[in-house]
């Protein structure tokens, strides 16, 4: 179904903006074919793209598999809060809207680092709307976002949670210690949507200059293999069906989807196997 596009336009007077330097959240947002970018960004995602064509289908099909994987945990799994972490701009179909579709009660935080996605988010959202909030706050620092009350007043710690970790690892140099606090503070029955940006496939020199864009950006960009991100999981979460795997498989809605292309995301939704005494 489509739906209005949830588009707030940036201001260049906006006290938040450098619009002289490219930023990572408006860079992926004009790899998925959003309006809030600028001259900047664009060269960046157009340089990315060189070294990198596949990236834009990329991107694409980890946001659709996000898309996929909420309508899933909602209507499959039942469970109705999330916690976006590392949301980037608002796109065409937000979390909340998609949760929503299925259960009008569903709640979400959204988190980011990046102020600018702050102020588009709360642009962006119905400020009467209780169900949804905004939350600046670096995913580094978990154990504080857990903690923080605007997050707490609106998500139940007695109830599953999902956190929606998408395309946000790939700029954390450690997500170790990320995955290990919820695996440990997580409700029971709480559940992960992941996706990573994985280096099967690429080759070094490729690597190196994907990060050079990035590094111009102010950002650090980390692509690991499929391996590493296995390992990230490995023994104490449980992937529920098709598994952790390249994004476009997951739960594919037709056959398109299936297609191959050279490099990507691995996703899939994950819970914590083994509750701490
Ligand atoms: C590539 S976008 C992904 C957006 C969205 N999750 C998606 O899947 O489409 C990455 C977002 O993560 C944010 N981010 C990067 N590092 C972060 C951190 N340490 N803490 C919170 N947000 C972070 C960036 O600001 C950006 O908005």
Known sequence: MSRPAAHAHISPTDRTL?????NAARIHHYLLGGRNHFASDRAAAENLLKVAP?????????????????????????????????????????????????DPAARVVYVDNNPLVGVHARATLDRNDARVSVVEHDVRDVDGLLADETLR????????????????LDFVDKPAAIIDTLWKKLPQDSVVIFA???????????????????????????????????????????????????????????DVQSQAIKAGFLGGVTSPLRRPI
């Open 18 to 22: 450098n619009v002289s330097s490219p």
């Open 153 to 168: 007043s609106l998500i139940s710690w007695t109830d599953p949670i999902v956190v929606c970790l998408t395309a946000v």
């Open 196 to 254: 990573s940006l994985c280096s099967d496939g690429l080759n070094p020199s490729e690597i190196a200059q994907m990060r050079r864009v990035y590094t111009k950006a102010d950002a650090g960009l980390y692509i690991r293999s499929g391996k590493a991100i296995r390992t990230l999981f490995d023994g104490r979460w449980d992937w529920q069906s098709p598994g952790l795997g390249p994004v476009r498989t997951w739960r594919p809605i037709s």
């Open 54 to 102: 596949w990236m834009r289908d990329a991107v694409v099909d980890s946001r659709r598999f996000l898309e996929r994987a909420v309508s899933y945990t909602v209507a499959e799994l039942g469970i109705s809060q999330f916690v976006d972490m590392g949301c980037g701009l608002p796109a065409q179909d937000n979390v909340h809207q998609i949760a929503q579709e299925a």
